[in-house]
């Protein structure tokens, strides 16, 4: 029987970053000059806009005339119409880069010959990736709320009965519910390991492949869930280290903060932004580059399993 090693998948992602690691920062620029860096830009340049519909607004016990509800309305239409920018930069870049650096991190454990431009290419197997990506999520979405629809039509039949029969019925009945919620949650879970696979098989074979993925993780859905339930723990673990040492460093800095703050008291607004754009810029390239590592640590487990599970003859009858 086909079987990968779910722990060795798992950590796949450090051996990609321990084997490449200018590759993993290349992808962070790309993330930066592509994504992050624009949409940040372009927040930038609407902050000021933002903070005075803030400071316009009517205070909560007071009653504004007319002409006060038509110019905050027509703020908030201006503010509106400019944050379709950066709608459309996040979902028209955000599907661009996660489908090339997706790919980069796959070409990176699938084909480690392939070097140059750090793995970076823009090709049709990435096109595909981001086209199964994105049939993936439409899926994932008509199945939740498929399984949220059958999931209310039975929990409230079993709270009409369980409260027909009192307060043991009624006990019975929140137990069973809690039961379909579970259940709905395993079948989503269940769903998506199944067709886990499809990513890394329409990014090898070079063409549109969802469904075969069904067939290529038959019996497999037990340790890929292992794999999944790893990864999260190592995330998490990693998340957890990030958030000290950034409260660390504001830790260290809160005098600094606290002075700037109270000097900015009573000031317009350029005044803050001019104030605080060097945090920002940072805090922009610092992101750019802990995604790309994210994405290695996400992306690298999956490409590592359907490797193994290809070489040892999953999905053949």
């Known amino acids: 029987m086909a079987r990968f090693s779910a722990t060795g998948a798992a950590a796949a992602g450090f051996g990609v970053i321990g084997r490449a690691p200018l590759a993993v920062l290349a992808w962070g620029l790309v993330i930066l000059v592509t994504l992050v860096g624009p949409m940040v830009a372009l927040m930038w340049t609407l902050a000021p806009q933002f903070i005075e519909m803030i400071k316009t607004m009517p205070a909560p016990a ?3 005339s007319a002409a006060d509800e038509s110019a905050m309305m027509a703020r908030m239409m201006q503010l509106q119409g400019s944050m379709m920018g950066v709608n459309v930069i996040s979902w028209v870049g955000g599907a661009l880069v996660k489908g090339v ?12 010959d392939q070097k140059r431009w750090a793995y970076l290419r823009l090709g049709m197997p990435e096109l595909w990736l981001g086209l199964v990506t ?19 039509i039975l929990g409230l039949i079993l709270f009409l009965v369980g409260s027909a029969a009192g307060d043991a019925g009624k006990l019975v009945a929140g137990l069973l519910i809690a039961l379909v919620i579970l259940a709905g949650i395993a079948v989503l879970v269940w769903g998506l390991l199944r067709l886990s696979m499809a990513g890394p098989m329409s990014f090898v074979e070079n063409k549109f492949l969802l469904f075969e993925s069904w067939r ?9 869930l292992g794999m999944a339930a790893l990864l999260l723990l190592i995330l998490i673990g990693l998340e957890l280290v990030l958030y000290a040492v950034l409260g660390l460093a504001a830790f260290g800095s809160w005098a600094g903060i606290k002075a700037t703050v109270e000097s900015l008291q009573g000031q317009p607004p350029q005044a803050w932004l001019h104030a605080f754009w060097g945090i920002a810029a940072i805090g922009t390239v610092v992101l750019s580059f802990l995604g790309a590592f994210a994405m290695t640590l996400v992306y690298a487990p999956w490409a590592k399993a359907y490797q193994e599970l290809a070489a040892s003859g999953a999905g053949k009858a």
Do not use: E, N
């Open 216 to 224: 290529f993780t038959r019996g497999q859905s037990g340790r890929l």
């Open 62 to 64: 007071s009653s504004p």
């Open 101 to 112: 650096v997706a790919g980069a991190v796959f070409r990176a454990v699938l084909q480690p």
């Open 134 to 152: 994105l049939v993936q999520g439409v899926l994932f979405m008509m199945a939740y709320f498929a399984v949220v629809f059958i999931g209310l």
